[in-house]
């Protein structure tokens, strides 16, 4: 059952009410030009004081509950055999239905010791489709990373529920050429980050895992965007709509052998962990983590993120704690639209996708259009998004541009942190810097580190573009903020 306003307007209603605030700061546009030529045209290297609305991530940033507000406060903080431990342990068991849990300080962390565990030299990981740390961790382990998406995958402009499936022929394809043996697993990524937070579909999963038993090959789930994951499966797949959030976490966790997860983003809080039925794969990973993340009762998190993290799954069950994220973004991605803003759909998780080679076409992918049109956003909004596009990629080895597949600028909403005016402003000023789109240009990399160059690397615009830009926000918007 959802709210209908009697107007007929769609907006969406947040079933949560704000309680304790943090007090934003939005500087003049002139000040605006001069964080950002500080930051190399980088939004990561942004300062938050100079960041009006931060929609960088969602990670480690979404708004928590009241309930885990106060579970935090009885952490109980022991080395070993903490009982904070003990309820997150019993929490996921209950959720994933799976006997063991180990514990990491974050996403990266479980995918180090998975991808140290099971990838060797010469070895293919399948999935649906990469994410940047995912990609950095096989690789550095010998390891490849094949994608097989669909035909919608790419498709910035779709109406397929579910382009976050993979080719099952693909696969199949995939496994006779190089072999199941030079397969360790298939990799499944919930609300597939790179390509616009898209979900998979519960029959895909279902599929893949068929394929999975026929060649003996593992499946495992990258659940740190599990929760959109739910909202879209119990929304658009016809089998699943009777179905409570819960019993669809059962299906899809009985289908994996192997669940990590970034708790930065499932759970609300920060951490991470693997998840498993195999006593054989938990003693193989269990040496990595006492070896790099901690004992194995907290490893390498807090126990009060701990207690944080056991409430915030048990409230991830709870569709109107889930719903915000994707109702927000499914509002502004609709309101774009209507300003002819180029932006994927069908709106998936995790953020707003605004498609940054459509947006800018006279701006080439080895100009970063993404990164351009991410600094542009901020110098004229105060909004902090993130390109995802060219500049994250890396270079080939002989230090060949790897011109990404899609150039998109990800404005995230984390999850029940932003109110609705707050999104339309938002949507106000991407829309004016469209009107505006012809003085942008490309950006070039003046410092660039091997890897990961995103996180800390920095540019230069490749013309005045951006003080042109100032001017003319300064001509439009008179002395407005
Ligand atoms: N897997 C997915 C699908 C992710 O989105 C992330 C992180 C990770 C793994 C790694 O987790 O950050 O806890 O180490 N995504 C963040 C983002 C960084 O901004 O999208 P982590």
């Given at each position: ?48 004081k100079?960041?009006f ?20 406060l009885?952490?109980d ?32 962390a ?124 119990k ?10 959030i ?19 983003k ?37 126990v ?18 889930i ?7 499914e ?6 639209l209507?300003?002819?803003v ?23 992918q ?11 956003i ?32 990800r ?11 707050q999104?339309?402003y ?27 160059r ?8 490749l ?15 008179g002395?407005?903020?």
């Open positions: 059952m959802t709210v209908k306003f009697y107007s007929g307007e769609k907006i969406p209603l947040e079933m949560h009410k704000v309680r304790i605030i943090q007090k934003l700061n939005l500087l003049p546009v002139e000040e605006r030009l001069k964080a950002m030529k500080e930051a190399g045209f980088n939004t990561f290297l942004l300062q938050n100079d960041v609305l931060d929609m960088l991530t969602d990670s480690g940033v979404n708004a928590m509950s009241d309930r885990q507000q106060a579970a935090m009885e952490a903080d022991s080395y070993a055999g903490s009982a904070s431990f003990t309820r997150l342990e019993k929490t996921i068991q209950e959720i994933f239905r799976k006997k063991y849990f180990l514990p990491a300080h974050q996403g990266r479980c995918e180090n010791i998975l991808s140290t565990t099971f990838v060797r030299p010469g070895t293919y990981v399948p999935m649906n489709y990469h994410f940047t740390t995912t990609h950095a961790h096989i690789t550095k382990n010998g390891g490849k990373v094949v994608e097989v998406f669909t035909d919608e995958a790419l498709k910035l402009n779709s109406d397929h529920p579910f382009k976050g499936n993979i080719d099952i022929k693909k696969l199949i394809n995939l496994i006779q050429e190089v072999g199941a043996e030079n397969i360790p697993f298939v990799r499944m990524e919930a609300g597939t980050n790179l390509i616009g937070g898209q979900p998979f579909s519960l029959e895909n999963l279902r599929e893949v895992r068929k394929v999975c038993d026929e060649y003996g090959i593992k499946l495992v789930l990258d659940a740190s965007l599990l929760q959109d994951n739910l909202y879209f499966i929304q658009r797949e016809d089998e699943c709509q009777n179905m409570t819960r019993e669809i976490t059962w299906q899809i966790s009985d289908l994996c052998d192997i669940i990590y997860f970034s708790a930065r499932l759970g609300f809080a920060r951490g991470g962990g693997i998840i498993t039925d195999s006593e054989e794969d938990m003693r193989a990973m269990r040496e990595y983590v006492t070896l790099y993340e901690g004992f194995l009762t907290y490893g390498g998190m807090s009060r993120e701990i207690e944080a993290i056991a409430i915030g799954l048990e409230e991830t069950m709870d569709e109107e704690m719903n915000q994220g994707p109702l927000f973004i509002y502004m991605t609709n309101e774009l209507k300003k002819g180029p932006v994927v759909t069908p709106p998936g998780g995790l953020g707003c996708h605004i498609n940054a080679m459509e947006f800018l076409p006279h701006v080439p080895h100009e970063y259009p993404a990164g351009a049109l991410a600094a542009a901020y110098i004229a909004s105060g909004v902090r998004g993130m390109e995802r596009g060219t500049m994250s990629e890396a270079r080939d080895e002989n230090g060949v541009e790897n011109l990404a597949n899609m150039e998109l600028v404005l995230a909403v984390p999850r029940r942190v932003f109110t609705l005016s999104i339309q938002v949507i106000d000023r991407v829309s004016w810097l469209y009107e505006n789109r012809h003085i942008i240009e490309g950006l070039k990399y003046v410092d660039e580190p091997k890897v990961l995103f996180f800390v690397g920095k540019l230069d615009a013309s005045d573009w951006p003080e042109r830009l100032v001017e003319k926000f300064r001509a439009d918007f002395d407005s903020l």
